[in-house]
Nanobody, 125 residues
Framework: QVQLVESGGGLVQAGGSLRLSCAAS????????MGWFRQAPGKEREFVAA????????DYEDSVKGRFTISRDNAKNTVYLRMNSLKPEDTAVYYC??????????????????WGRGTQVTVSS
């Protein structure tokens, strides 16, 4: 089992920045591929970014490339999502997820076995 708790969400103006954190406990965090997903009202949950267990492999959804950065600190059992140049269309609930069966960054939701409860990010125009 892996327990995940997200934090760092909030209300920010367009062009601003936020850093989301996801604290993990339970199973060996350092061996899990970690991902961030988001879900806006009335829309399906979508991939945002993912990182391999070593941190050497990352992947981003096209609309966030160059603006968001995923990173991890295995010593702290924490994964981060730094979000810069935020846009109103980034408004969503952001979820952290863990994929202990994978080796490389994954985009598919069904590759992830554990999910946090999410943190709200609201970007005002």
């Amino acid at each position: 089992q892996v327990q995940l708790v997200e934090s760092g969400g909030g209300l920010v103006q367009a062009g601003g920045s936020l850093r989301l954190s996801c604290a993990a406990s339970g199973r060996t965090f350092s061996r899990c591929v970690m991902g961030w997903f988001r879900q806006a009202p009335g829309k399906e949950r979508e991939f945002v970014a993912a990182i391999s267990w070593s941190g050497g492999n990352t992947d981003y959804e096209d609309s966030v490339k160059g603006r968001f950065t995923i990173s991890r600190d295995n010593a702290k059992n924490t994964v981060y999502l730094r979000m810069n140049s935020l846009k109103p269309e980034d408004t969503a609930v952001y979820y952290c997820a863990a994929a202990p069966r994978m080796w490389y960054a994954q985009r598919r939701l069904d590759e992830y076995d554990y999910w946090g409860r999410g943190t709200q990010v609201t970007v005002s125009s």
